[in-house]
Structure formats: C-alpha cells, structure tokens
C-alpha cells in the first residue's frame, strides 16, 4: 500500500516571499501521478499543481512549483511570491496508474496549514 | 463550465438513521470517487464509480454504500448512522480512465450524527 507523508503540520510565510512544504511518499510502483492540492476554509479541494512520474521535468503553474525527486520519492511544493489568498490546508496525494484497485483513488497526506501573514 | 455539484452542503442526522448524499460530477466526466475527511483520520477513499459500476472500493464498512446513474450523477448512501460518521464527505470527478487532468472536487457535505 503506499503511503503519503507530510511532516509539517503547519507553516507560515510573510506576504511576497518564497515558501516550501514537504512531502514524502512510499510506493513499489514505477508508473504513478503526484499532485498538490490546496483546500482553503471554503472546503473545496482545488488543484495546483500535478506531476507525472515518468517526467524528470519539474511541473510548473505560475507561481508554484514542484521539485520532484523520484529516487528519493520526494515531492515539494514551492510557493513564490506568497499572497494572502494562498492561505489554506495544503495536501500532497498519490495516485497510481496501474488500474484495478487503484482506479479514482488517490492517497493523501495529513496535510500542511499555510497561513501568509500581511 | 459548472464544477462539481454535491448536496445538501450541511446534514444533521441522529444515530441509526440513513443517509443519501448526491454528487453531480462536471459534464462529460465518467468517473466519480468519494471521500471521507475527519480531523483524526484525513481523508479516506470510499469508493470510485465509472458508467455505473464500482471499480474500487476502501475500507470502509458495508454500511457505506454508493451507485452511479446513467448520467454520471452518483450518490452515496450510509445506513445505521453512528457518531463516528460525522465528516465532511467529498466526491471528485474525472474523466476516466487516464489520469490526465487530476480529479476536480465538489465543495463537500458536512454531516453530523447526533
């Protein structure tokens, strides 16, 4: 079974500057798919960024980006340029693309509260 | 385009009752997952449905029920409510078979069993 760790249950950043959040994952798995996803208080989970295992390029939207460590089975988050807006529960899951029972299913961490302070 | 829909947004239920929560998913997305999101546990896939047939299924027990129509609507349903149901249940969609956008998400149901 795989297994997604987030070991920062919560971080803080000032408005404007540069923020990383964690994340570790256990897999026997060599086909697989990796996402952030944001959940803000409003509880809607929304997307930010998602990556392929079979990528070595680190994916990219705007301001966020991931470095993606497929030995080490890390996969951070970068926030640059932090805005209020981006304060919310963050949460790194895991999907594997091997079918059966992991069809729909994705594993998540416990989570990282963001909180970007003015 | 309209996101995923999911109703009733809040629930109280007593102990022993059933309940049947509804997810429409983003049109022309097939497969619908379900979730479960509590403070002690995270969140914890329930099942996953594609042109109305389970093809995954979590630990949950058989009190947790799910089915998906004809038109990708889906519901989910739990019998004999217990205190420990209380969560936020929240369904995704996508359009299938390949993982190619990742899974959009509905803003959930808060149910409360007292």
């Known amino acids: 079974a795989q297994t997604v760790t987030q070991s920062q249950p919560e971080m803080s950043v000032q408005e404007a500057e540069t923020v990383t959040l964690s994340c570790t994952y256990d897999t026997s798995e060599n086909n697989y798919y990796l996402f952030w996803y944001k959940q803000p208080p409003s509880r809607q989970m929304i997307l930010v960024i998602r990556?392929?295992?079979?990528?070595?390029q680190n994916a990219t939207e705007n301001r966020f980006s991931v470095n993606f460590q497929k030995a080490a089975k890390s996969f951070s988050l970068k926030i640059s340029d932090s805005q209020l807006g981006d304060t919310a529960m963050y949460f790194c899951?895991?999907?594997?693309?091997?079918?059966?029972?992991?069809?729909?299913?994705?594993?998540f961490g416990q989570g990282t509260i963001l909180t970007v302070h003015p | 385009k309209a996101g995923v829909t999911q109703t009733p947004r809040y629930l109280i239920k007593t102990r022993g009752q059933q309940v049947t929560l509804s997810c429409s998913p983003i049109?022309?997305?097939?497969?619908v997952s379900w979730y479960q999101q509590t403070p002690g546990q995270g969140l914890q896939f329930l099942f996953e449905?594609?042109?109305?047939?389970?093809?995954n299924k979590g630990n949950f027990p058989g009190r947790f029920s799910g089915r998906q129509f004809s038109n990708s609507r889906s519901e989910m349903n739990v019998s004999t409510l217990e205190l420990g149901d209380s969560a936020l249940y929240l369904c995704a969609s996508s359009f299938g078979r390949e993982v190619v956008d990742g899974y959009t998400f509905g803003s959930g149901t808060r149910l409360t069993v007292v």
């Open positions: 990556q392929e295992a079979y990528k070595q």
């Open positions: 049109s022309g997305h097939r497969s």
């Open positions: 449905y594609f042109s109305e047939t389970q093809r």
């Open positions: 899951a895991f999907m594997s693309n091997a079918g059966g029972t992991s069809y729909g299913k994705l594993t």
